[in-house]
């Protein structure tokens, strides 16, 4: 099993760009560099959407289309870290972030993944 740590959510002010970590580890966790990373969030009422992929190795990533430009995925396999950094930040970006771990290559939707973080909480005053 894995386990997932995120951290680095809080407040921020609109515009502002804010980084995001995730921290892997587990007792059956064996090399971080086989697992693809992703983050989701999920709006109040909403089903969970995706925000950013990144590769086992993080030679590939993805974006979500209400993201797209905004965010960068990046991770440290020597660390066993996983980040997301969002930039301008909206009132609509506000909400919880989660990380998750997959052991495809690369996953963008949410049933690619098997492993989930508890989840950070992002909030975007105007």
């Known amino acids: 099993q894995v386990q997932l740590v995120e951290s680095g959510g809080g407040l921020v002010q609109a515009g502002d760009s804010l980084t995001l970590s995730c921290a892997v580890s587990?007792?059956?966790?064996?090399?971080?560099?086989?697992?693809?990373m992703g983050w989701f969030r999920q709006p109040l009422g909403k089903d969970r959407e995706f925000v950013a992929a990144?590769?086992?190795?993080?030679?590939?990533?993805y974006a979500g289309d209400s993201v797209k430009g905004r965010v960068d995925i990046t991770r440290d396999n020597s660390k066993n870290m996983e980040y997301l950094k969002k930039n301008s930040l909206t009132p609509e970006d506000a909400t919880d972030y989660c990380c998750?771990?997959?052991?495809?290559?690369?996953?963008?939707?949410?049933?690619?993944?098997?492993?989930w973080g508890q989840g950070t909480q992002v909030t975007v005053s105007s």
């Open positions: 998750a771990a997959t052991r495809a290559v690369v996953a963008t939707t949410r049933e690619g993944y098997g492993d």
């Open positions: 587990g007792r059956t966790f064996n090399d971080y560099s086989e697992y693809g």
């Open positions: 990144i590769s086992a190795t993080g030679g590939s990533k």
